[in-house]
């Protein structure tokens, strides 16, 4: 059963699969901040705003990147993604 209060890209999304595995404690981390947090939580999330906006977000982009939305999209952009 789907829990409601899990960010609705979890299936698909490489940082809640553990795509950091040399890193466990982030990727618990970051589920437990943004992924598992609610609307509040996914909401902060960089990953979560340029999906939105974008539908996909690169693999390479952290939770919390110091890169806004914006900044990511136009790397996208100029990158023909
Ligand atoms: S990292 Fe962000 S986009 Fe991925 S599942 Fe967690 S909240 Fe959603």
Redesign the pocket.
């Given at each position: 059963m789907v829990d409601s209060n899990?960010?609705?890209?979890?299936e698909k999304?490489p940082?809640?699969s553990g795509i950091l595995q040399s890193n466990e404690i982030l990727t618990q981390t970051?589920?437990k901040l943004?992924?598992e947090s609610g609307s509040e939580?996914?909401s902060k999330?960089k990953?979560?705003q340029v999906?939105r906006i974008m539908g996909v977000?690169p693999p390479n982009i952290l939770?919390n990147t110091h890169l806004t939305a914006d900044e990511i999209i136009e790397k996208m952009k100029a990158q023909g993604l």
């Open positions: 899990n960010c609705e890209k979890t999304c940082i809640y970051y589920k943004f992924c939580g996914k999330c990953r979560y999906a977000c939770p």
